[in-house]
């Protein structure tokens, strides 16, 4: 800005300079043709004073310009033809009618021109005054050389280059000190901005105050348009790492756009490395070759994942999702069915085997009773099954609402109705229940977990075993429901609550049982947030505890168990 100040300084300076001293040649130069003509006046004014009279000849000529100071003396008929010159030969002199001054001259006495004259080649100023009439008189031409507007320029010309040289002096300083003064506030103004940091800035010049207050609101803009930027960054950054799935964004192997810590993690990145997956799984490597969208099923600490891969002009995604969960739904599905075709195979044989042999009478009589009775007993084994999977089912779609259930009250009468099968397996029996232990659930809840978990401490016990029943109240009530039967291993210990899971595989059970009492009772558990929990000792028995906790109820599992 300083150098385009002084520019434009210089730049004014000279061209007014040259302008002046133009204008001073022309002003000089009118001046001196001023003059002139005033002394040709007076010189032809003491011509007509003391010469009038005397003959029109060449040493009268030469004579007059000898006193007029070298003036030129031209003697002229009323025609124009020269009679006599001071300077030239009138003879060899060509008419002078047409000239301006003798026209003038002619037409109203007296003609002034300033011309260059044909004869001599040089700058004259003319003064012609017409003496007697024009038919009869003659004229006399006075001329005296007179400097021209451009040798007047000419000739001060070095003194005009004198004031440049000095006019370049007084601009630069004139513009060091124009431009201090005058950019000074404003760099003084922009320093300010620069060190602002969003703060205020304020300047003590009226001037530049609309320039401090359109800093100041740009400043609070881009202040305002950071911090959103710094929150959607926060945002953005929370919900990435956040995501149960990787997400990864990438140009290549090496060149990583975004990537989230669950993908980190998963792919064990490292910073400014190439992910290792992407160059040493060679069936990765060949979908990233192909640009071809496609999804891969690695297994990575333990859990399945899917690796679904989509391409686009300027960049690759990867998206990690644990698929863990929802191909054990699909196992669970497949082994669900597979149970319940073999549960239901074995009595729909049964019932079908001795149907087949009464009809072709292959039955003796004395026996018909006896097959009957299998027929009815495999039958309630297969309507047992079919009412224990939709009662397993039916749980999920359970929204009936809850209320105050007498715990004790309802222990007491599951116990009494398996008297019987406790006596026919001679077991020891005891129930140790509190009183008043109210649970906030709904009573066929209640008496379906407390079934399960005494039919199975029968049915899995030894013949003169014992079975304990025990009910404790409390902030958390607490049921345990302790056998001394067969127990249960270690490795099984984890999969005893899955449907169809017996310990005898048979799936004949001890006592009958299809593995859904134990499935039902996690199931119901989990439903209403208690916890359930197992202690077993292979060949020593089996204890089943159940905490009545006051907690929020677990969404159910995507196997359904």
Not at 398 to 421: C, G, I, N, T
Request: aromatic content about 8%.
């Amino acid at each position: 800005m300083r150098k385009r100040i002084l520019l434009v300084t210089l730049l004014v300076s000279v061209v007014g300079i040259l302008l002046l001293s133009v204008l001073f040649s022309d002003m000089f130069y009118r001046q001196s043709v001023q003059l002139v003509e005033g002394q040709l006046k007076s010189y032809m004014n003491i011509y007509a004073a003391e010469h009038g009279g005397d003959p029109l000849t060449a040493e009268l000529a030469l004579s007059l310009s000898e006193e007029f100071g070298g003036a030129r003396v031209t003697f002229l008929t009323s025609d124009g033809t020269p009679v006599a010159d001071s300077q030239t030969d009138a003879s060899q002199m060509e008419n002078h009618a047409a000239r301006e001054e003798v026209l003038a001259a002619l037409q109203t006495g007296e003609g002034y021109a300033v011309r260059e004259s044909a004869s001599v080649g040089r700058n004259w100023v003319y003064f012609c005054r017409l003496f007697g009439d024009a038919e009869a008189g003659f004229l006399v031409r006075l001329a005296i050389q007179a400097d021209s507007g451009l040798a007047i320029f000419a000739d001060a010309l070095p003194t005009v280059v004198w004031f440049l040289f000095l006019d370049i002096l007084i601009c630069l300083f004139v513009a060091w000190i124009a431009t201090a003064f005058i950019l000074r506030p404003v760099e003084k103004l922009t320093q300010a901005a620069a060190r602002s940091a969003g703060r205020e800035v304020h300047s003590d010049y009226p001037e530049l105050q609309p320039i401090a207050k359109m800093i100041n609101d740009m400043n609070a803009d881009l202040s305002d348009k950071v911090a959103k930027m710094k929150e959607d960054r926060r945002l953005e950054k929370l919900i990435l790492n956040s995501m149960e799935h990787g997400i990864v964004i990438f140009r290549d192997p090496a060149d990583i756009i975004l990537i989230n810590k669950t993908a980190m993690r998963l792919l064990d990145y490292e910073t400014n490395e190439p992910i290792p997956c992407f160059t040493q799984d060679r069936e990765i490597a060949q979908i990233l070759a192909s640009g071809e969208p496609a999804s891969v099923l690695r297994k990575i600490e333990g859990r399945d994942y899917s690796l679904r891969f989509t391409f686009n002009d300027r960049s690759r995604v990867l998206l990690i999702t644990d698929m863990t969960e929802t191909m054990a739904a699909a196992r669970s599905k497949n082994e669900l069915i597979a149970n319940v075709t073999h549960e239901m195979n074995t009595p729909l044989t049964s019932i079908r085997g001795f149907a087949e042999l009464i009809e072709a009478g292959g039955v003796p009589p004395e026996k018909l009773g006896s097959v009957a009775h299998t027929i009815i007993r495999q039958s309630d084994r297969l309507a047992h099954l079919i009412r224990s999977i939709i009662n397993f089912s039916a749980i999920d779609s359970d929204e009936l609402p809850d209320y105050e259930v007498d715990l004790s009250e309802l222990v007491r009468e599951a116990a009494a109705a398996f008297e019987p099968k406790i006596a026919q397996k001679n077991i020891a029996f005891t129930l140790e229940a509190d009183e008043g232990v109210k649970v906030l659930s709904r009573r066929e809840r209640l008496l379906e977990i407390v079934n399960n978990l005494i039919s199975n401490g029968i049915r899995y016990n030894k013949e003169g075993g014992s079975l304990l029943v025990r009910l404790q109240g409390g902030p958390e009530p607490m049921l345990c429901v302790r056998d001394t039967g067969v127990g249960i291993s270690p490795e099984n210990q984890g999969r005893i609550f899955d449907r169809f899971y017996t310990v005898d595989r048979s799936h004949n059970g001890v006592g009958g049982g299809f593995g859904l009492g134990l499935a039902i009772v996690k199931k119901l558990c989990r439903r209403a947030g208690w916890e359930l929990s197992v202690e077993s000792e292979l060949g020593q028995g089996t204890a089943f505890v159940i905490r009545f906790c006051a907690k929020k109820a677990e969404t159910p599992a995507k196997d359904g168990t």
